[in-house]
């Protein structure tokens, strides 16, 4: 083997290592850089995720406070359907007409009541 093989042999077997060595360290910066990029979007994930949680304890406050507004509602509903069968049902019994104050009382149909001076 003549000297100038040996030189290019010595020069393959150097040149393969730090072309390893290169090829490496360019991927190893690659890989980096998609880490990088895909924890970004881990993070904006997970600002959707608390989003998205944060709208649905939103809606379930909504709609616990729509829930109790309709029992409320309810409740009035009925309250006023006893006052109105209480009305109708005095409106069957005849017409009765009171007068509240410190004048008299006046029922219709029945006898008068004379105020009191006091």
Do not use: N
């Not at 040996?6 to 060595?21: E, G, M, N, R, T």
């Not at 309810?74 to 104050?101: H, N």
Request: aromatic share 4%; no cysteine; charged share 25%.
């Amino acid at each position: 083997m003549s000297e100038v093989g040996f030189i290019l042999l010595s020069a393959l077997f150097l040149a393969v290592p730090v072309s390893i060595k290169y090829l490496l360290a360019f991927q190893m910066r690659h890989m980096v850089t998609v880490l990088k990029r895909q924890e970004r979007e881990v993070e904006q994930l997970a600002m959707y995720l608390e989003a998205i949680e944060q709208e649905s304890l939103v809606t379930r406050r909504a709609m616990r406070q729509v829930e109790g507004q309709r029992r409320q509602a309810q409740a009035r509903r009925e309250l006023l359907e006893d006052k109105l069968d209480r009305v109708r049902k005095t409106a069957a019994e005849g017409p009765v007409i009171a007068v509240r104050g410190p004048a008299a009382e006046v029922a219709v149909g029945a006898e008068p009541v004379t105020a009191q001076a006091t």
